[in-house]
């Protein structure tokens, strides 16, 4: 992604960025769930005696993450749900003339910081931290229609197309 500078950029509305979520919500858990049957990991009843299965599954879903999205987050800031939207995950870096540039976010923040907000979306499943996705993302109602997640990376999230 090449530097853009304010004029030709707007922010992601937010249906947009809840159409990307809802792609990605899809895709990972969906391959990982059959990653998880492909490999047996809990087939049996005995599998269950011990908790390394969650860690089984854990890792297979977090390399389905990687391996889904860790290609384009590195090339363009985009999951694949974000390039099928057409947005990008950004950070926006003011310029001396009162205008801004957009260039794109590092990886290691992508990966290390945003990453793991995704994994939170899927504990709404226990009863007793529903709450918690709905708490992630209602700061996209705000006016700057970050999440969460986009205030500890700095990050925004703009329209390409």
């Known amino acids: 992604m090449n530097n853009l500078t304010q ?6 509305s937010r249906w947009r960025r809840l159409l990307a ?11 990982t769930i059959f990653l998880v ?5 809990v087939e049996q009843a005995d599998d269950f005696v011990d908790r390394m299965w969650v860690v089984h599954v854990l890792v297979i879903a977090i390399g389905t993450y990687l391996v889904l999205n860790g290609y384009t987050l590195w090339q ?3 999951t694949l749900g974000k390039k099928i939207a ?9 310029l001396q003339d009162g205008e801004y540039a957009f260039l ?23 009863p007793f931290l529903v709450w918690v996705p709905f708490l992630l993302l209602i ?6 229609r ?15 197309n």
């Open 7 to 12: 004029s030709n950029l707007f922010l992601a």
């Open 21 to 31: 979520t809802g792609i990605d919500g899809i895709l990972v858990p969906g391959i």
């Open 37 to 41: 049957m492909l490999f047996d990991v």
């Open 76 to 78: 363009s800031g985009q």
């Open 86 to 94: 057409g947005i990008a995950i950004v950070v926006k870096q003011p």
């Open 104 to 126: 794109q976010a590092p990886f290691w923040k992508l990966i290390a910081i945003r990453a793991p907000f995704f994994a939170l979306l899927f504990v709404g499943i226990i």
């Open 139 to 144: 700061s996209i109602f705000g006016k700057q």
């Open 146 to 160: 970050r999440c969460l997640h986009d205030y500890f990376c700095s990050t925004v999230v703009v329209k390409l």
